[in-house]
């Protein structure tokens, strides 16, 4: 009986740990964001539509990775895709889109925060996004402080 009640409390304990929180951490993003550009060198066209749709692990609760080409335009987003990133503005009016393309360098990860709502909200909360260049894509995942 013993043997089995600590079995089912490590089972227990085991699943509450590896449950991740309501929303995405800066490290998951930041890792995300690592495994998209190995996605994107191995397979630009492959990865930039299983960013869009989610697939292989590039969907984890509120992080995804998105990208656009090399004419602002994104090429991966689960509901943008064709649009223009390059003109995105925050809820508060803040060339986020632009301040992206600037801050994305091949081979280093830079920072873009911005005021943006969580998924299913209307208000704008801080919003922290991570972003570089792989191939000749800009690619970009945030989190929300």
Same mark, same amino acid.
């Given at each position: +009986?013993?043997? #089995?009640?600590? *079995? +089912?409390?490590?089972?227990?304990?085991?699943?509450?740990?590896?449950?991740?929180?309501?929303?995405? #951490?800066? !490290?998951?993003?930041?890792? +995300?964001?690592?495994?998209?550009?190995?996605?994107?060198?191995?397979?630009?066209? %492959?990865?930039?539509? &299983?960013?869009? $749709?989610? @697939?292989? /692990?590039? $969907?984890?609760?509120?992080? =995804?990775? =998105?990208?656009?080409?090399?004419?602002?335009?994104?090429?991966?987003?689960? #509901?943008? *895709? /064709?649009? %223009?990133? $390059?003109?995105? &503005?925050?809820?508060?009016? &803040?060339?986020? /889109?632009? !301040?992206?393309?600037?801050?994305? !360098?091949?081979?280093?990860?830079? @920072?873009?925060? =911005?005021?943006?709502?969580?998924?299913?909200?209307?208000?704008?909360?801080?919003?922290?996004?991570? *972003?570089?260049?792989?191939?000749?894509? *800009?690619?970009?995942?945030? =989190?929300?402080?």
């Amino acid at each position: +009986m013993r043997k #089995t009640l600590l *079995v +089912m409390l490590c089972t227990a304990g085991i699943h509450l740990t590896a449950q991740a929180g309501e929303f995405g #951490t800066a !490290e998951e993003a930041k890792a +995300m964001l690592e495994r998209a550009v190995a996605a994107v060198k191995a397979d630009k066209a %492959s990865a930039l539509e &299983k960013f869009t $749709k989610g @697939e292989d /692990g590039f $969907k984890d609760r509120d992080l =995804y990775p =998105y990208c656009g080409g090399p004419d602002g335009t994104f090429t991966a987003h689960p #509901t943008l *895709v /064709g649009k %223009s990133l $390059k003109d995105l &503005k925050d809820k508060a009016g &803040k060339a986020l /889109g632009e !301040e992206i393309y600037a801050k994305a !360098e091949a081979g280093k990860i830079g @920072e873009v925060a =911005y005021m943006w709502p969580r998924p299913g909200t209307d208000a704008p909360v801080e919003k922290i996004t991570f *972003v570089t260049k792989a191939d000749d894509q *800009v690619c970009a995942v945030g =989190y929300y402080k």
